[in-house]
C-alpha cells in the first residue's frame, strides 16, 4: 500500500496551493481519507477528512472556511485545495487514511501514511 502525496511548494500569504495523494495498492473506497500537517516544533494535527462516500467532512477551525477536502473514488485519491494561505500554515502535509470515526485526531488511529509534502508560505 502506498500513498503518494503531491503540491507543496512555496507560496505568498492569501495565496492557494492544491495538494493531492494517490492511493495505490489496494481499494480505499470504504475508508476515511484525511490530511495531517506538522509545523517544526510542534504535533502533527489532523487538518480536514472525508468520508468514503465525500458526503461527510470535518475540518479543524484554523482552516474552516479556507480549505476544502474532496475525493475521487475512482482514482483512489484525495485532494486539499487550500486558499488565503497564511504564514501559520506552514508546515509538512501529510494524507492519511483509516477505517472508522472520521474527526479521531491520533495520529496512531490512522492506518496508512503518505509521504508527506512541504508547504511554505511567506508573509
Known amino acids: 500500500v502506498q500513498l503518494q502525496a503531491s503540491g507543496g511548494g512555496l507560496v505568498q500569504a492569501g495565496g492557494s496551493l492544491r495538494l493531492s495523494c494517490a492511493a495505490s495498492?489496494?481499494?480505499?473506497?470504504?475508508?476515511?481519507m484525511g490530511w495531517f500537517r506538522q509545523a517544526p516544533g510542534k504535533a502533527r494535527e489532523l487538518v480536514a477528512s472525508?468520508?468514503?462516500?465525500?458526503?461527510?467532512?470535518y475540518y479543524a477551525d484554523s482552516v474552516k472556511g479556507r480549505f476544502a477536502i474532496s475525493r475521487d473514488n475512482a482514482k483512489n485519491t484525495v485532494y486539499l485545495q487550500m486558499s488565503s494561505l497564511k504564514p501559520g500554515d506552514t508546515a509538512v502535509y501529510y494524507c492519511?487514511?483509516?477505517?472508522?470515526?472520521?474527526?479521531?485526531?491520533?495520529?496512531?488511529?490512522?492506518?496508512?501514511w503518505g509521504q508527506g509534502t512541504l508547504v511554505t508560505v511567506s508573509s
Open positions: 492519511a487514511v483509516r477505517q472508522g470515526a472520521l474527526s479521531n485526531p491520533l495520529p496512531s488511529q490512522w492506518d496508512y
Open positions: 472525508i468520508s468514503w462516500s465525500g458526503g461527510s467532512t
Open positions: 495498492g489496494r481499494t480505499f473506497s470504504s475508508y476515511v
